[in-house]
Nanobody, 117 residues
Framework: QVQLVESGGGLVQPGGSLRLSCAAS????????MAWYRQPAGKQRELVAV???????NYGDSVKGRFTISRDNAKNAAYLQMNSLKPEDTAVYLC???????????WGQGTQVTVSS
């Protein structure tokens, strides 16, 4: 059974930092594109960052320069380092793994990030 488990969310003040982790089981993520999405309450899900199986990264415009996605294939995990956090970053953050043009596509349950004074 495939499982992606996010951790590291919580409450942080504006300007602070958090590091999210995504631990995978049931797949070997070295073959997968790994991504982080987020969904603010009452809003649509949006792409935050993606790192391809070859290591190429892309970021949503709102997080460029502040967030960094990474992967450690030996640990079968992906990460999202979030710096200079803003209230508008508040959302449930979800880990995604995709293979072969998203024919194989898996999601974690999400972790809540709240940015507030």
């Amino acid at each position: 059974q495939v499982q992606l488990v996010e951790s590291g969310g919580g409450l942080v003040q504006p300007g602070g930092s958090l590091r999210l982790s995504c631990a995978a089981s049931g797949i070997m993520i070295r073959l997968y594109d790994m991504a982080w999405y987020r969904q603010p309450a009452g809003k649509q899900r949006e792409l935050v960052a993606v790192i391809g199986s070859g290591g190429i990264t892309n970021y949503g415009d709102s997080v460029k320069g502040r967030f960094t996605i990474s992967r450690d294939n030996a640990k079968n995990a992906a990460y999202l380092q979030m710096n200079s956090l803003k209230p508008e970053d508040t959302a449930v953050y979800l880990c995604n793994a995709a293979f072969q043009g998203y024919y194989y596509n898996y999601w974690g349950q999400g972790t809540q990030v709240t940015v507030s004074s």
